[in-house]
C-alpha cells in the first residue's frame, strides 16, 4: 500500500532492484553549489555586510532558503531570500555546470525500467530552468519542489510526496542526494538511501548520516540502483 492508503504497483518481475529512483537537484543532477555558495557570500555580504566562508555557505545546502536564513537572521530574514532569489537568478545559466555522466545514467536508469523523478528544497519553476540549462531533457515522471510539502527536507514528507504522487510504497523508492539532509529524509521516509560526493557534503558527512550507500560518480550509480 502508499502512504496515503492506495494500491501500490508492483515492479515487474525481473525489473530493476528500485522501479523507481528520486534524485535531489543541486550538487547531485547538477554542480550549483560554486552557483549557491556566491549568492549566499554575495547576499550576506550586501545585505548584512558580513562575510561568510565557504565551508559555511556549503553546509547550509539542501536547506530552504527561508528555513536557512530564519534560523541564522531572522530579523532580516525575508530581505535575504529577496536578495539571494535575484542574485541567484541573475548569474543562474552563467555559474551551473553539468556533472559527467548524468545524462547517460537518467537514459540507462529508463532503459532498465525505473521512473525516476526529482525532489528539491527549491522552486519548481527554477529546477525546471537548471534542467534545461545543463541539458537534462529527460521525461521524469514527477518534479517536487518546494511548493509541494509544508515541511521540508530533513523531513520525509516532499519524498513521501513523490511516492504518493507515482503509486508506489516509499520502499521501492531510492532516493539519491549529496547533502547530509538528503540522507536523513530517505532514511526518515523508508526510500534506500544514496549519498554522493561531488555535491555540498563530505564523505565523512554523509557517512556520518547513516546512508545505505555512498559513491563517488554518476557511472557507479547504475550497478547501484539496478
Not at 527561508?66 to 555559474?95: I, K, Q, S
Amino acid at each position: 500500500m502508499t502512504p496515503d492508503g492506495h494500491q501500490a504497483l508492483s515492479p515487474p518481475s525481473g525489473g530493476p532492484r528500485h522501479p523507481v529512483v528520486l534524485f535531489d537537484f543541486d550538487g547531485t543532477l547538477a554542480d550549483t553549489i560554486p552557483l549557491i555558495v556566491a549568492s549566499f557570500q554575495h547576499t550576506v555580504r550586501d545585505v548584512l555586510g558580513e562575510e561568510i566562508t565557504e565551508p559555511e555557505a556549503r553546509s547550509w545546502i539542501g536547506h530552504t532558503l527561508v528555513d536557512t536564513f530564519r534560523e541564522r537572521y531572522p530579523d532580516r530574514a525575508d530581505l535575504l531570500v529577496t536578495t539571494y532569489r535575484e542574485w541567484n537568478l541573475a548569474h543562474h545559466d552563467e555559474l551551473i555546470r553539468a556533472v559527467d555522466g548524468v545524462p547517460e545514467l537518467l537514459d540507462e536508469l529508463q532503459a532498465a525500467g525505473c521512473r525516476v523523478g526529482v525532489v528539491s528544497s527549491k522552486g519548481e519553476s527554477t529546477v525546471r530552468r537548471g534542467l534545461e540549462a545543463v541539458g537534462l531533457r529527460h521525461d521524469f515522471s514527477v518534479l517536487v519542489g518546494l511548493e509541494a510539502t509544508a515541511l521540508h527536507k530533513p523531513h520525509p514528507d516532499p519524498l513521501l510526496h513523490a511516492a504518493r504522487a507515482l503509486s508506489v510504497d516509499p520502499s521501492d523508492c531510492a532516493y539519491v542526494g549529496d547533502a547530509v539532509v538528503d540522507i536523513r529524509a530517505a532514511r526518515a521516509a523508508g526510500m534506500r538511501a544514496v549519498g554522493v560526493t561531488w555535491g555540498a557534503g563530505t564523505e565523512q558527512e554523509l557517512r556520518a548520516a547513516g546512508p545505505d550507500v555512498v559513491t563517488h560518480a554518476a557511472g557507479d550509480l547504475l550497478g547501484i540502483l539496478t
